[in-house]
């Protein structure tokens, strides 16, 4: 039996990961991310389009914030949100065009 070195990944890394994926796992959060990658939004926006409520949609965006897959600035008395990680949303692109994929 061949004898190998293997590369491990250290635990910190392994748990981001996880994590990052444990958030495109939930079809409500695929949705906001998805609408993101096309527009800016805001929370009011946002709840309107996906037909959520904006306490449901500020409850995603604070996870999402936590995460750094979102951002927010600030327009006045409005947060508006845009994606804030461009290797997860590639990611999540490619899931989509598998899932589209005959």
């Not at 635990?11 to 996880?18: G, I, L, P, R, Y």
């Not at 096309?38 to 604070?62: D, K, N, R, Y």
């Not at 951002?71 to 008395?77: D, L």
């Amino acid at each position: 039996m061949d004898e190998k070195n293997h590369h491990f990944l250290n635990e910190e890394t392994v748990e981001d990961v996880a994590t990052k994926f444990k958030a495109l796992a939930d079809p409500t959060r695929v949705k906001i991310l998805y609408l993101l990658t096309q527009e800016e939004c805001s929370v009011g926006h946002i709840a309107e389009v996906l037909q959520m409520t904006q306490s449901a949609v500020s409850h995603q965006l604070s996870y999402l914030k936590q995460l750094r897959l979102v951002k927010s600035r600030r327009v006045g008395q409005s947060f508006i949100y845009r994606y804030d990680d461009e290797h997860v949303i590639e990611i999540l692109k490619q899931m989509i065009r598998h899932s589209l994929h005959d």
